[in-house]
């Protein structure tokens, strides 16, 4: 028993060397702890942090988790709640008319993202329920196909995957035609005309560029097309000042 109250005791001044490491203001690391969410928001960077995100996307997206934290508590939210509902309730509802204090990021895409990953983390943890299940679209399957290119014979990062994947998904869904993907025909030119997608609230100014990527191979008729993703380069926000 003593054997393993001593490495508990191990694991979790490992954990707070870590947290420290990431967050080096006290007040910053005080008030992760004394917020709705509490000590999940520790163990959030700490997932942040074994998937590869750099230092500065990491704490953007704790302050994200932060901002939604404060939400949650206002509205008596419980976290088991928690899900896909209430993240576009914080997003089209609360971003617009934000007043909260300091951190309050507010770019819908940015906050979307963070939450996402928020979601995945609360799931893999079981603190919150799976999603319904949802049979898998044409673009579902391509796109997941896409990622495992990306991952096993790319070796890309989590973190610009999860950017590429979704780069990917808006592609292909300009190229729906009645329910079939078009990969057919595709061409620098072609794609410069399909329009940039609608800018939300808030957002910064888009920069679009076409850069070549991997081939997509059609689920349907397994057939390879070269396909060029539009990267879309925002400026960042100006980080919320925290000494961190």
């Not at 008030?31 to 960077?45: K, N, P, Q, V």
């Not at 893999?124 to 290119?149: E, F, H």
């Not at 869904?173 to 620098?188: A, D, E, H, K, M």
């Not at 399909?194 to 888009?206: D, K, T, W």
Request: hydrophobic fraction near 40%; charge should be positive.
């Amino acid at each position: 028993m003593r054997k393993h109250g001593g490495v508990l005791k191990t694991l979790v001044g490992f954990k707070t060397a870590m947290i420290e490491t990431l967050f080096r203001s006290r007040v910053v690391r005080r008030r992760m702890a004394d917020s709705h969410l509490g000590i999940i928001l520790s163990d959030f960077a700490l997932f942040l942090e074994a998937r590869g995100h750099v230092l500065t996307s990491l704490q953007g997206y704790v302050q994200v988790a932060e901002h939604f934290s404060r939400w949650l508590g206002e509205h008596g939210l419980p976290v088991h709640e928690i899900g896909e509902t209430l993240v576009e309730r914080f997003v089209r509802g609360h971003l617009p008319r934000c007043r909260c204090p300091k951190p309050h990021p507010i770019h819908p895409r940015n906050c979307r993202s963070a939450l996402g990953l928020l979601l995945a983390f609360l799931r893999q943890t079981k603190r919150i329920k799976p999603p319904a299940r949802t049979p898998d679209s044409a673009i579902d399957r391509l796109v997941r196909s896409y990622d495992a290119y990306l991952n096993d014979v790319a070796g890309l990062a989590f973190e610009t995957r999860f950017y590429r994947r979704r780069y990917a998904r808006e592609f292909l869904q300009s190229r729906l035609r009645r329910g079939r993907i078009q990969l057919t025909g595709l061409s620098p030119k072609l794609l410069a005309r399909i329009p940039s997608p609608p800018e939300e609230a808030n957002e910064p100014v888009l920069i679009v560029k076409h850069v070549e990527a991997p081939p997509l191979v059609c689920p349907r008729c397994g057939q390879r097309a070269l396909v060029l993703i539009r990267i879309i380069h925002r400026p960042k926000a100006p980080p919320i000042c925290d000494s961190s």
